[in-house]
């Protein structure tokens, strides 16, 4: 049997953490009784949680492998771009430093027909849902890294 291609996107569980945490918040700041400062500053955070949700929300799935392994598919604010694998410039894993750690984020660039200059991408866990490495690897089996420009590099 034939296993579908991968996609990836914020976990739900999160959106709706996030979700709920902004509504929760919006309640709080309306209903505080009488701290201006206060009210404006969690209806502000509520704000920014429901963004991010909504956020989260639009761009399902935030990346995907096309039919076949034939290239990717992006999901932005604007809709669903799709890069054939000729378009793949490079992909791979780069380190950086985070809160005293260093996480790993995906990065491809994508040379679009027609276009001059590369465009960068960068995918996290949050994005992803996943650890970046694991999305690398997939698109590797499936020959979507370039092999000439592919590998992981540190950075910071």
Do not use: C, K, N
């Not at 509520?46 to 076949?68: H, N």
């Not at 932005?76 to 985070?98: H, K, S």
């Not at 490495?133 to 590797?140: G, H, I, K, R, S």
Request: avoid cysteine; charge should be positive.
């Amino acid at each position: 049997m034939h296993s579908p291609d991968p996609t990836w996107s914020t976990p739900t569980p999160a959106l709706v953490a996030t979700g709920v945490g902004g509504v929760a918040m919006a309640l709080a700041a309306a209903l505080l009784p009488s701290d201006p400062a206060g009210r404006f500053l969690i209806g502000l955070a509520a704000v920014g949680l429901l963004v991010v949700t909504a956020l989260g929300l639009r761009q399902r799935p935030r990346l995907a492998v096309l039919d076949g392994g034939r290239g990717i598919a992006v999901r932005r604010l604007r809709g669903r771009v799709e890069f054939d694998r000729t378009d793949l410039a490079r992909v791979r894993i780069v380190r950086y430093p985070r809160f005293g750690r260093r996480v790993p984020m995906l990065e491809i660039d994508v040379r679009p027909p027609g276009a001059d200059d590369d465009r960068l991408m960068i995918f996290g866990r949050w994005d992803l849902g996943t650890d970046p490495t694991d999305v690398f690897d997939a698109l590797t089996l499936r020959g979507l890294v370039p092999p000439d420009r592919r590998g992981t590099s540190a950075s910071g």
